[in-house]
């Protein structure tokens, strides 16, 4: 089993930055993916960043691609998102996800089977 916390979210005016940190726990040798999914109220939870835990990897959502930046140290067993020009409709809860699988369909929150508590990110106007 593997545990993942997370932890730096906020409340962030449009424009600003905010950076969320995933600490892994447990059999963390049997991660192979290291991804982020958010969900904002009313709405599915969505696929927005994904990185190869050894090969690092990263992948991206349309919605953030040149804003947001995923990064992992494996020495401290760590995943993070360092979130910029955020916009009031990146406003969710985040949830960082990990998994075994190496499909390639790293989008799919089917795959994932570790989950942190998840991180509430709200972006005022």
């Known amino acids: 089993q593997v545990q993942l916390v997370e932890s730096g979210g906020g409340l962030v005016q449009a424009g600003g930055s905010l950076r969320l940190s995933c600490a892994a726990s447990g059999e963390t040798f049997n991660i192979y993916r290291m991804g982020w999914f958010r969900q904002a109220p009313g709405k599915e939870r969505e696929f927005v960043s994904a990185i190869g835990w050894n090969s690092g990897t990263a992948y991206y959502a349309d919605s953030v691609k040149g804003r947001f930046t995923i990064s992992r140290d494996k020495g401290l067993n760590t995943v993070s998102l360092q979130m910029n020009r955020l916009k009031p409709e990146d406003t969710a809860v985040y949830y960082c996800?990990?998994?075994?699988?190496?499909?390639?369909?790293?989008?799919?929150?089917?795959?994932?089977?570790?989950w942190g508590q998840g991180t509430q990110v709200t972006v005022s106007s």
């Open positions: 996800a990990g998994t075994s699988s190496t499909s390639i369909r790293y989008y799919e929150i089917r795959i994932y089977a570790y």
